[in-house]
């Protein structure tokens, strides 16, 4: 019986015997948001195959916590699954913009809570698949409420709940956004103190 190695550790210049390599392709589709692909690419063994994704210019997802620890999430309508959805507050870069001002940026506007401390947890790639989207991951704490600032057509509901609340949603299947099941198995490993995070004041 053949058994199965063990896990190596990630190199991005290596596994060679994996690598597709472009030859061609197109932009099929450019919309004010998606910019889609497809092109054409070198096997491992020398055949070749198209491969459809989307460009996307990365994003960021805010974990806010409260000072009785409950935590800041919000509903808000997704077309694509014809219903609204239960997420971490979350949004896309805009064209050279840093994560963390985007962070900062989109806890305000779509919740209207400042925060006084920060912390970068990591990244995750929701749909590595078709998409080249990145999202950082981001907490933060010492909320002040405020106003909103949404933009024009957005439509966002702002609540809170506790961690215990949330992972009931996970479990009842109410909760299914992946960003946000990312941020509450960061969360949890942070309060095990397995996954730390470096926070910092901010003015």
């Given at each position: 019986?053949?058994?199965?190695?063990?896990?190596?550790?990630?190199?991005?210049?290596?596994?060679?015997?994996?690598?597709?390599?472009?030859?061609?392709?197109?932009?099929?589709?450019?919309?004010?948001?998606?910019?889609?692909?497809?092109?054409?690419v070198r096997l491992p063994d020398g055949a070749s195959a198209s491969r459809e994704y989307i460009v996307h210019p990365g994003a960021v997802m805010v974990v806010p916590l409260l000072d009785d620890g409950r935590l800041v999430v919000e509903r808000q309508y997704r077309y694509p699954m014809g219903r609204a959805m239960l997420e971490f507050p979350a949004g896309k870069l805009e064209r050279g913009e840093p994560p963390f001002e985007c962070a900062v940026r989109?806890?305000?506007e779509e919740t209207g809570y400042h925060a006084r401390e920060w912390a970068r947890a990591g990244v995750t790639h929701n749909a590595i698949a078709y998409s080249t989207e990145t999202i950082e991951v981001w907490f933060a704490r010492g909320l002040t409420a405020g106003p909103q600032h949404?933009?024009?057509?957005?439509?966002?509901?702002?609540a809170t709940a506790s961690e215990g609340e949330l992972n009931a949603m996970v479990q009842s299947g109410e909760l299914t956004d992946a960003k946000t099941l990312i941020g509450l198995l960061w969360l949890a490993r942070w309060r095990e103190g397995r996954w730390p995070l470096a926070w910092r004041a901010v003015s």
């Open positions: 019986m053949t058994q199965t190695p063990p896990l190596e550790p990630i190199d991005p210049a290596a596994d060679p015997q994996l690598v597709e390599r472009g030859v061609g392709g197109a932009q099929v589709y450019r919309g004010r948001f998606l910019d889609v692909r497809c092109d054409i989109e806890l305000v949404l933009d024009a057509g957005e439509f966002v509901d702002v």
